[in-house]
């Protein structure tokens, strides 16, 4: 597509419930970024996937997150049991193999937990 | 630890003004800079810079790193209130392997008032 696009764009859940989020990348990037947004605070870097290499999981805060991804396309990334601490934005990005290219961000799922 | 970090945190400016906006970094094996503008969703590019002293432009935003410094500067020129977002300030390394992931900083606040 013409750009990165996540859904849901919003996303209201009770604590305790499990939720997906999807992204799909830019078509020919095959780096795929998830971060984290809280209110007035700065970007958290998740997880990052390249090709078929193992995924960087180092910015996944707890065993509830994970993310999975389907070979250089769609990504979904899971919170299961949700705490309202989870309540943020979404951001995915994507970039392509190239040296050192830009990552280009979607929309963003806004996460609130009730 | 790897860090970035921009200033002034907010800015209110009147439309027609100048406004420089500061980024440093302490960044291991420093390889780029990045500017984004994020208004109410996702940040957008606007420049990677690689070497020093080279501005990069782009209508009536430029951008320069300053290596020696650690530094980098975003200027934005007769300010519109269409300027009015957050500017996130972002660092890369050069790293082994295929971790890609940027050091953020938690951005500039720009209100531009009519």
């Known amino acids: 597509g013409a750009g990165v696009s996540q859904s849901p764009s919003n996303k209201v859940t009770e604590k305790g419930k499990d939720v997906e989020l999807r992204c799909d990348p830019i078509?020919?990037?095959?780096?795929l970024y998830w971060y984290r947004q809280r209110l007035g605070q700065g970007l958290e870097f998740l997880i990052y996937?390249?090709?078929?290499?193992?995924?960087?999981k180092s910015g996944l805060p707890s065993d509830r997150f994970s993310a999975e991804r389907t070979g250089e396309s769609v990504s979904t990334l899971t919170i299961q049991r949700t705490q309202q601490e989870d309540s943020a934005v979404y951001l995915c990005?994507?970039?392509?193999?190239?040296?050192?290219?830009?990552?280009?961000f979607g929309d963003g799922t806004r996460l609130s937990i009730l | 630890e790897d860090k970035v970090v921009q200033s002034p945190l907010s800015l209110v400016v009147h439309e027609g003004d100048t406004v420089t906006l500061n980024c440093s970094y302490e960044?291991?094996?420093?390889?780029?800079l990045l500017w984004y503008k994020q208004e109410k969703k996702a940040p957008t590019f606007l420049f990677m810079l690689?070497?020093s002293g080279i501005e990069k432009k782009s209508g009536r935003l430029s951008s320069i790193l300053d290596k020696k410094e650690l530094s980098s500067i975003l200027n934005i020129t007769a300010t519109q209130t269409g300027d009015s977002a957050i500017y996130l300030c972002?660092?890369?390394?050069?790293?082994?392997?295929?971790?890609?992931?940027?050091?953020w900083g938690l951005g500039t606040s720009l209100a531009v008032n009519p």
């Open positions: 990005a994507s970039s392509s193999d190239l040296s050192n290219q830009p990552q280009h």
């Open positions: 078509s020919g990037h095959t780096a």
């Open positions: 996937f390249q090709g078929n290499s193992a995924p960087d």
């Open positions: 960044v291991t094996n420093f390889r780029s």
């Open positions: 690689t070497s």
């Open positions: 972002a660092g890369t390394n050069f790293r082994t392997g295929n971790n890609r992931k940027l050091i």
